[in-house]
């Protein structure tokens, strides 16, 4: 992607993530946290609502991470990259995500913990020692699923003798352990397993989905496996492990298994590249095609997400019609739907009335 098309790109992207964040209602998840939750986002979130009020107000420290995180992830396609094309458009294609595109436009960890293993990545290139481990002690504090990225650096370490790695990793996985500190294990085989392809498939779109698997599995087999890979192919490992027996929560695994898009898109042009420019003709349109699917899914969560999102908007539309009546009160039946309303100012009535 040639600068001339990415730097407006970049700036249309953040003019529809801050539309996005401004009109769309609160969701389930994000009222849970506001009510419920003392973590580092439910702070953020109460002191924008408290600063700036509605929507924005619940989003608008996300937004400003989400768009510091644009420039880490651009500086750490450089590592991996050596064209500044290319470093463009791997950089596009993240923000493209559908995943990323709700992760920049909701109040969520994900956007805390992208950021981090980014500034991990950039220092683990320049050898910046106390960044690394400052890193890995603010994601032991935030994310209580860091054990995923402990284990992951722990393995690397071992594998390629890095002394402060292994150690620095496996302090920190050592007392994520003991106090209990990260995923629960549990349940029984069930269906969960083939779920998990589609949570994944959601999160990339279908067909990067694929190319992205295929890449990450290629490289195990016959390619050097560099820092990144060992993040992202580790989380996606355990996540599909541990689905097997139980429902995982997919915002667990997905901030380390996106960032490696970078990955992908250096073992796509490696492949292209060294063939004559007669034998590039069908990579060529299976990349247009992967491509152009990703704008058009991508295309319907911006401007249809309505469609498809009613958990968010049904409350709001039903909170609006009851405030305009002066009722104070809704038959809420649902559990997870109480904090979406209490939001509005709108209460359970008594009959349906929820002990916490």
């Known amino acids: 992607m040639p600068k001339q098309i990415f730097y407006p790109f970049i700036g249309l992207y953040i003019i529809i993530i801050f539309y996005l964040a401004y009109t769309t209602p609160i969701s389930p998840h994000e009222a849970n946290i506001f009510y419920t939750d003392n973590g580092i986002v439910s702070i953020l ?38 064209n500044d094309e290319d470093r463009m458009s791997a950089t596009a294609i993240y923000l493209m995500l559908p995943a990323m595109i709700t992760a920049f436009v909701l109040a969520n960890i994900s956007i805390l913990v992208i950021p981090l293993v980014l500034i991990f990545l950039l220092a683990y290139d320049k050898n910046i020692i106390w ?6 002690a603010l994601l032991f504090i935030i994310h209580d699923a860091s054990v995923i990225f402990f284990i992951t650096i722990f393995i690397y370490g071992l594998v390629n ?9 496996g302090f920190f996985l050592v007392i994520s352990i003991i106090i ?33 698997f295929y890449t990450l599995y290629r490289i195990l087999l016959l390619e050097k496996k560099n820092i990144l ?17 139980q429902r995982i929560s997919i915002t667990d695994f ?8 970078v ?40 401007f249809h997400h309505e469609n498809f999102a009613s958990r968010l908007y049904s409350p709001y539309k039903i909170a609006k019609g009851l405030k305009s009546k002066n009722i104070k009160c809704y038959n809420i039946n649902k559990r997870d739907k109480v904090y979406q309303f209490n939001f509005y100012g709108i209460r359970s009535c008594p009959k349906y009335k929820f002990i916490y």
């Open 45 to 82: 979130m109460h002191y924008g609502y408290e600063t700036f009020g509605g929507f924005i107000g619940l989003r608008i420290f996300f937004i400003i991470i989400g768009i510091c995180s644009i420039y880490l992830y651009y500086s750490m396609t450089n590592i991996y990259l050596n």
């Open 131 to 136: 960044l690394e481990i400052l890193v890995m």
């Open 161 to 169: 003798k890095n002394k402060v790695l292994f150690i620095s990793s």
């Open 180 to 212: 209990t500190k990260g995923i629960e294990i549990g349940g029984r085989p069930s269906g969960h397993f083939i779920d998990i392809f589609g949570l994944y498939s959601a999160i990339f779109t279908p067909f990067i989905f694929i190319y992205f």
């Open 229 to 245: 890979w060992y993040i992202s192919f580790g989380a996606l490992v355990l996540s599909l492990i541990l689905s097997i027996r």
């Open 254 to 261: 997905a901030p380390y298994v996106v960032i490696s898009v």
């Open 263 to 302: 990955l992908m898109l250096d073992s796509f042009n490696k492949k292209v590249r060294v063939r004559l420019p007669e034998y590039q003709k069908y990579y060529k349109i299976g990349f247009k095609i992967t491509i152009g699917t990703l704008i058009i899914i991508s295309s319907i969560v911006i």
